[in-house]
């Protein structure tokens, strides 16, 4: 009995233990493209192939999620601070009920577009399993950072990521 446990339930229990799902976007790839509406009612949809040529961050986000709020505000800033150099940002909620992101963005105030993506069909063609997960698209499509979570710090490294990608670089 021993060894039919070391055999076949260890490596199993181990394989579920360990296991890190791989991302089914990763840098390099070209960005899937998608058209969400938005989370305010009568605006139009949002859809990547309408942003092509421009350099577009998009951020799946959720209200209940704490780093999402603190990060947030500050990709607002970064949006101000960019747009006039091609630079657009997509908060997209995961939110369900969307009311429940409606209520987070009465009090706070962002200007770029929130598709609305409650049923989570986006968040799954980008395989993402935290929040907030982040995704910095070329202007020739292609991801060009993946970045999880949300920390002191990150803000620098996202806005560097930016401006190189801006830059040409």
């Not at 509406?37 to 998009?58: D, N, T």
Request: with cysteine; hydrophobic share 45%.
């Amino acid at each position: 009995m021993i060894q039919i446990i070391r055999k076949f339930v260890f490596p199993a229990l181990a394989a579920c233990l360990f296991h890190v799902p791989a991302l089914a976007v990763e840098e390099g790839d070209e960005a899937p493209d998608f058209s969400l509406p938005s989370i305010h009612e009568g605006e139009p949809a949002i859809s990547l192939a309408g942003l092509a040529g421009k350099v577009v961050y998009i951020d799946f986000w959720a209200s209940w999620c704490a780093p999402c709020l603190t990060s947030l505000p500050l990709y607002n800033d970064l949006y101000h601070r960019y747009r006039d150099q091609g630079l657009e940002v997509l908060g997209i909620t995961v939110d369900d009920p969307i009311e429940d992101g409606l209520e987070f963005l009465a009090d706070v105030q962002l200007d770029f577009p929130i598709p609305a993506d409650p049923e989570g069909e986006v968040m799954d063609l980008y395989s993402v399993y935290g929040m907030p997960t982040s995704y910095l698209i070329g202007r020739d499509g292609t991801v060009k950072l993946v970045h999880m979570g949300f920390r002191d710090g990150d803000i620098e490294l996202i806005e560097q990521a930016i401006r190189d990608e801006l830059a040409g670089d």
